[in-house]
């Protein structure tokens, strides 16, 4: 298998391609359907329009051109100096060889320069190894309730992370 390279840059496709991972995985294991893939199109296609300010900031995991993962920090959306950890995903062909976290790491270091006061993200009950990985790098689970911002009834958690000062 061949390298896999880190960007932190838009590149053409991105949109449909992190939404189509998502759908890939979380179809087939949480029954998320057309409103989910919906939702995440559009809040992504939007946060692009904003790709060049800042406090925003993308990384791609890159294998043959081809994206393999993604994560995104939104430095504006949620207000209150506040990051939001949004687009986390891997290709099932890398997941578990250690991609996740270098993006992971990259991201929450750009958090950490900028300064945020928090980090959030909302995830939801049954995804162990994201959960684990969340809470090595210093994530706490703040609040869990049953919603369905994606869709379907399922148990939703918000982690928050103070930031890391030098």
Not at 76 to 96: C, Q
């Amino acid at each position: 298998m061949s390298e896999i390279q880190i960007a932190s840059d838009y590149r053409a496709g991105l949109i449909g391609c992190i939404t189509h991972m998502h759908m890939a995985y979380y179809a087939p294991f949480a029954g998320f359907g057309q409103h989910f893939e919906s939702v995440v199109a559009g809040g992504l296609a939007s946060f692009c329009d904003r790709l060049h300010h800042p406090n925003n900031g993308i990384w791609l995991a890159i294998q043959e051109q081809q994206i393999v993962g993604s994560i995104v920090i939104d430095g504006e959306d949620l207000g209150n100096n506040t990051a939001h950890l949004r687009w986390f995903i891997m290709d099932d062909r890398v997941r578990g060889r250690g991609v996740g976290g270098q993006l992971l790491t990259q991201a929450l270091q750009f958090v950490d320069a900028k300064g945020f006061e928090e980090t959030q993200l909302w995830t939801f009950n049954g995804l162990h190894a994201a959960r684990h990985l969340y809470e090595s790098k210093g994530f706490k689970l703040a609040e869990e309730n049953l919603g369905n911002q994606w869709g379907t009834e399922i148990l939703e958690q918000r982690f928050c992370r103070a930031p890391k000062r030098s």
